[in-house]
């Protein structure tokens, strides 16, 4: 499989402890910014079926808490931080270019 890097948005657009869905040929991702970092990640929890952008941003711990069962994920390796999740969500690799956020999709 190839890879190839996508523009979601303007850099610009997105405030920190802010989530922005993004799905890309039939993937279903989210992007996140936290403070000057950004992060993409899976969108749709490893436990059960929750999009994690009906969720809860802790910048302090750059996490995001599951609305369904409360595992909280690290944005920058996916890892669960507590049960009932143990699966790390899959991440993406972010640039910014001409003012646009990228992610590499593969
Ligand atoms: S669906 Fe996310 S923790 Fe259960």
Redesign the pocket.
């Known amino acids: 499989m190839g890879e190839e890097w996508v523009r979601v948005c303007d850099a610009g657009s997105l405030s920190s402890g802010e989530l922005v869905e993004f799905d890309h040929g039939g993937k279903k991702l989210m992007v996140a910014k936290i403070g000057s970092d950004i992060y993409a990640t899976d969108r749709i929890?490893?436990?059960?079926?929750?999009d994690?952008t009906a969720?809860f941003v802790n910048e302090g711990e750059k996490t995001v808490t599951?609305?369904?069962?409360?595992?909280a994920f690290k944005f920058a390796d996916g890892v669960?931080q507590n049960?009932?999740?143990t699966i790390p969500l899959k991440t993406y690799k972010v640039k910014i270019q001409d003012n646009a956020i990228y992610i590499k999709i593969d």
């Open positions: 929890c490893t436990h059960a079926y929750a994690l969720g599951c609305p369904l069962h409360l595992s669960p049960p009932p999740a």
